[in-house]
């Protein structure tokens, strides 16, 4: 069983508009959280992080929702750009030197 | 060579046959782990090493042993492959044992 999960294989969003990535995870120790956007044919990079002691975490257009209750997390990317089509994945760690566990990912794309 | 690097680029392989992946950072990083990528599973952590001298098994360890001999480098071994084996590999590195993780450019292993 997934305990990170990303239920939206794909998302379309019109260039300019807001993109939202969701996120769920099973763990409740998990309490770190990492955003990684993968390209084709690169490996993923890095693009926004968040821990549980927050609920928000923003960097320029990317910004992390958390809402731990719920055990879910959210990116919201605004504006979305055709350049940000890629796929997202979640990633979810439960403290410092545990390793991360990823969801599935999800394809952006971004129309012009 | 900046950053992290994976080699080869891609390998067609027959099964039965022995291989290894290469992965080497210049980046200093104490921490490097092997991820396998497959559709609708995400990236799914093989093994991994928090420093030179140790190694850990990680989400789906059987069928691969990896080797930790100095700071930098991190190979893979598949010592007897199989078709289930089909996947594109990932390298990571990372600071320490938790954060942001570094990937190289991935390689893309086909077993016939």
């Known amino acids: 069983d997934q305990q990170v999960k990303q239920n939206s294989p794909s998302l379309s969003v019109q260039e300019g508009r807001i993109s939202i990535l969701n996120c769920d995870y099973t763990?409740?120790?998990?309490?770190?959280f990492l955003w990684y956007k993968k390209y084709p044919a690169e490996g993923p990079t890095f693009l926004i992080s968040?821990?549980?002691?927050?609920d928000k975490n923003e960097d320029g257009r990317f910004t992390v929702f958390l809402n731990k209750s719920a055990k879910h997390l959210s990116l919201h990317i605004v504006p979305s750009q055709p350049g940000d089509s890629a796929v997202y994945f979640c990633?979810?760690?439960?403290?410092?030197?545990?390793?991360?566990?990823f969801g599935p990912g999800t394809r952006l794309s971004v129309l012009p | 060579i900046a950053g992290i690097t994976q080699a080869p680029t891609s390998q067609i392989l027959a099964a039965g046959r022995r291989m290894t992946l290469r992965c080497t950072q210049d980046?200093?990083?104490?921490?490097m782990y092997w991820y396998r990528q497959d559709l609708g599973l995400g990236l799914r952590l093989i093994h991994y090493?928090?420093?030179?001298?140790?190694?850990g098994k990680g989400e789906v360890p059987d069928g691969y042993s990896v080797s930790r001999a100095n700071t930098d480098d991190f190979p893979l071994t598949l010592a007897s492959a199989v078709p289930s084996q089909t996947s594109v590999y990932f390298c990571?590195?990372?600071?320490?044992?938790?954060?942001?993780?570094?990937f190289g450019p991935g390689t893309r292993l086909t077993v016939l």
């Open positions: 990571a590195s990372s600071l320490q044992g938790a954060g942001e993780q570094f």
């Open positions: 763990n409740s120790m998990f309490d770190y």
């Open positions: 968040i821990s549980s002691i927050k």
């Open positions: 990633a979810a760690s439960a403290g410092y030197g545990q390793n991360f566990v």
């Open positions: 980046m200093r990083h104490n921490a």
């Open positions: 090493s928090n420093t030179a001298g140790t190694t």
